[in-house]
């Protein structure tokens, strides 16, 4: 597609319930990154994807939080047992390669809201 | 510790007015980033640099690597530049670390 498309775009759900957040990147990047931004906080990063290359998982918060890439396209960010504090914009972006040497496309981002 | 700070935190200006907001960093980085941000929607990149200077239409980007300092102007200003302008950087690696943003609004 012409830009990076992340389903739902709001999401609310109960205490304890599972979530999973979809990313569409740009069709040929092969950098796919995961970010979190809570209410009134930054930007912070969760999880970064390189092809094949094992993920880069070191910005996940807790074992709760999972991805996974299938096919070196589209992601999937899963939630379990969501807690309040969970509650965050998540954004999606993606890049023609890593390192910095490429700019990036974000998705509008999926709005969790944990009740 | 690899840290992003963001100057000034909040901006108000008259339309038409010169906007400088400032990004400076701990450490060397591989490449900086800025990004807008507007109320309730996603998030644009600007610019991405690694040295010297880069313009697109009014905006324009700085970086000092020696100073490791960065700077966004806004010429011109006008109401549709109020945002929130995000600096970040790669500590040479993958990930970005995010300065805390730069709310600018634009009066009429």
């Known amino acids: 597609g012409a830009g990076v498309s992340q389903s739902p775009s709001n999401k609310v759900t109960e205490k304890g319930k599972d979530v999973e957040l979809r990313c569409d990147p740009i069709?040929?990047?092969?950098?796919l990154y995961w970010y979190r931004q809570s209410l009134g906080q930054g930007l912070e990063f969760l999880i970064y994807?390189?092809?094949?290359?094992?993920?880069?998982k070191s910005g996940l918060p807790s074992d709760r939080f999972s991805a996974e890439r299938t096919g070196g396209s589209v992601s999937t960010l899963t939630i379990q047992r969501t807690q309040q504090e969970d509650s965050a914009v998540y954004l999606c972006a993606s890049s023609l390669a890593s390192s910095g040497l490429y700019g990036y496309t974000f998705g509008s981002g999926t709005r969790l809201t944990v009740v | 510790k690899n840290e992003v700070e963001q100057s000034p935190q909040n901006l108000t200006a008259q339309e038409g007015e010169f906007i400088t907001i400032n990004c400076s960093y701990s450490v060397g980085i591989s490449a900086l980033h800025w990004l807008q941000q507007h109320p309730g929607g996603g998030i644009v990149s600007l610019f991405m640099?690694?040295?010297g200077k880069k313009k697109h239409g009014r905006l324009i980007a700085t970086i000092n690597i020696q100073e490791k300092h960065s700077s966004l102007h806004i010429t011109a200003s006008h109401p549709r530049d109020s945002a929130v302008y995000i600096c970040?950087?790669?500590?040479?690696?993958?990930?970005?670390?995010f300065g805390t943003g730069t709310r600018l609004t634009i009066i009429p």
């Open positions: 970040a950087v790669h500590f040479g690696n993958e990930k970005l670390t």
């Open positions: 069709s040929g990047h092969t950098a």
């Open positions: 994807f390189q092809g094949n290359s094992a993920p880069d």
């Open positions: 640099l690694s040295s």
